[in-house]
């Protein structure tokens, strides 16, 4: 996006009173299972007691656990049952499992958001379908857009999934003294979202403080709930304290590989002590669209809005991009709300 259109959406956000979104609630949100992963019905009730997730919320169904990919006819077939069994009170659906994370050629966020669709997906450096998501003031999708934005509950570990849901948990309310951090990396594809920056920092930095740092590394900070930076594999990042509730990602090809390939995982932002991140399962070519943006990011989750909100509202092509994070974590949320 060119600065002057971020300038035009950033002027449009700004004008946004603090705290006016209500948070996502817990009988908005479905829980997939997938019964053949031994640790899913485990993340499930984790996250159903932590967060109060009516039962009748809780959907199982089957899916091979042990592929990092299924295909559009297998999650086609799933995908039916799923819809048949949300109540209609539900407008997001939480994945309780790390495997599988990709559609054919959707990650498997977007495939349960908007249902299979190749409009989603691209050979090569082209533009997808975008999302009606994107930078929408709909507090209820699935009402107003017959879509459920999706997350994933994954992670290196059960343990970790753990931890990233206690953090998210503990996020609520808290209100944090807390820095973005926007890297200006040395890698020039990598770092396409550099140019939003500044315009970024001039709108925000009375929300919070917003730091612009050229280099390829963020050392030793204690105060991280927001980390945006551009490259294959990101160093050092376990030396920074992670607030709770703190978003993270670096723009690359394959970082929602989850597992395997020569670029860092997303998840490896989650061993750090990060609450959510994006990565692409599929060759996305720089495009910034393909990415969360910064600036809504940060006003949207600053505003008030659930992680899944933000962060989701942030991505403008998100069919190949997965979601992984604690989907209700609030910790700009109004505590009256």
């Given at each position: 996006?060119?600065?002057?259109?971020?300038?035009?959406?950033?002027?449009?956000?700004?004008?946004?009173?603090?705290?006016?979104?209500?948070?996502?609630?817990?009988?908005?949100i479905?829980?997939?299972?997938?019964?053949?992963?031994?640790?899913?019905?485990?993340?499930?009730?984790?996250?159903?007691?932590?967060?109060?997730?009516?039962?009748?919320?809780?959907?199982e169904?089957?899916?091979?656990?042990?592929?990092?990919?299924?295909?559009?006819?297998?999650?086609?077939?799933?995908?039916?049952?799923?819809?048949?069994?949300?109540?209609?009170?539900v407008?997001?659906?939480?994945?309780?499992?790390?495997?599988?994370?990709?559609?054919?050629?959707?990650?498997?966020?977007?495939?349960?958001?908007?249902?299979?669709?190749?409009?989603?997906?691209?050979?090569?450096?082209?533009?997808?379908?975008?999302?009606?998501?994107?930078?929408?003031?709909?507090?209820?999708?699935?009402?107003?857009?017959?879509?459920?934005?999706?997350?994933?509950?994954?992670?290196?570990?059960l343990?970790?999934?753990?931890a990233?849901?206690?953090?998210?948990?503990?996020?609520?309310?808290?209100?944090?003294?807390?820095?973005?951090?926007?890297?200006?990396?040395?890698?020039?594809?990598?770092?396409?979202?550099?140019?939003?920056?500044?315009?970024?920092?001039?709108?925000?930095?009375k929300?919070?403080?917003?730091?612009?740092?050229?280099?390829?590394?963020?050392?030793?900070?204690?105060?991280?709930?927001?980390?945006?930076?551009?490259?294959?594999?990101v160093?050092?990042?376990?030396?920074?304290?992670?607030?709770?509730?703190?978003?993270?990602?670096?723009?690359?090809?394959?970082?929602?590989?989850?597992?395997?390939?020569?670029?860092?995982?997303?998840?490896?932002?989650?061993?750090?002590?990060?609450t959510?991140?994006?990565?692409?399962?599929?060759?996305?070519?720089?495009?910034?669209?393909?990415?969360?943006?910064?600036?809504?990011?940060?006003?949207?989750?600053?505003?008030?809005?659930?992680?899944?909100?933000?962060?989701?509202?942030?991505?403008?092509?998100?069919?190949?991009?997965?979601?992984?994070?604690?989907?209700?974590?609030?910790p700009?949320?109004?505590?009256?709300?």
């Amino acid at each position: 996006m060119h600065v002057s259109r971020l300038l035009a959406v950033t002027v449009l956000l700004a004008g946004f009173s603090p705290n006016i979104f209500a948070r996502v609630t817990a009988q908005q949100i479905a829980i997939v299972v997938n019964t053949a992963d031994k640790d899913s019905h485990l993340i499930a009730d984790y996250y159903r007691d932590k967060r109060g997730i009516p039962e009748e919320n809780i959907i199982e169904i089957s899916l091979p656990s042990d592929k990092p990919t299924i295909g559009a006819e297998k999650f086609s077939s799933v995908f039916q049952q799923v819809k048949n069994r949300t109540p209609d009170a539900v407008q997001y659906y939480a994945l309780a499992w790390s495997k599988p994370f990709k559609v054919d050629c959707m990650s498997i966020t977007s495939a349960f958001t908007f249902g299979f669709d190749q409009a989603y997906c691209a050979k090569g450096c082209k533009a997808t379908q975008q999302s009606s998501f994107y930078n929408s003031d709909s507090q209820a999708p699935n009402e107003d857009l017959n879509i459920r934005p999706t997350m994933m509950l994954a992670g290196s570990s059960l343990k970790q999934v753990l931890a990233m849901i206690d953090r998210g948990v503990a996020s609520d309310h808290t209100i944090p003294v807390a820095s973005a951090y926007l890297m200006s990396t040395s890698d020039k594809a990598r770092n396409a979202r550099a140019r939003r920056y500044p315009v970024i920092q001039e709108l925000l930095a009375k929300k919070i403080d917003i730091q612009q740092i050229n280099s390829d590394v963020l050392e030793n900070k204690d105060d991280v709930m927001f980390y945006f930076t551009g490259l294959k594999k990101v160093k050092a990042i376990e030396s920074n304290q992670y607030l709770p509730g703190a978003i993270a990602d670096h723009l690359t090809s394959s970082g929602g590989n989850l597992f395997g390939g020569n670029q860092m995982s997303i998840l490896r932002w989650l061993d750090a002590g990060v609450t959510a991140s994006y990565g692409t399962v599929v060759e996305p070519c720089a495009f910034t669209q393909k990415f969360p943006n910064p600036g809504i990011v940060i006003e949207r989750y600053t505003n008030g809005e659930s992680l899944i909100e933000a962060y989701w509202k942030s991505v403008a092509w998100p069919g190949q991009g997965v979601f992984v994070g604690e989907l209700m974590a609030s910790p700009y949320a109004d505590a009256v709300q």
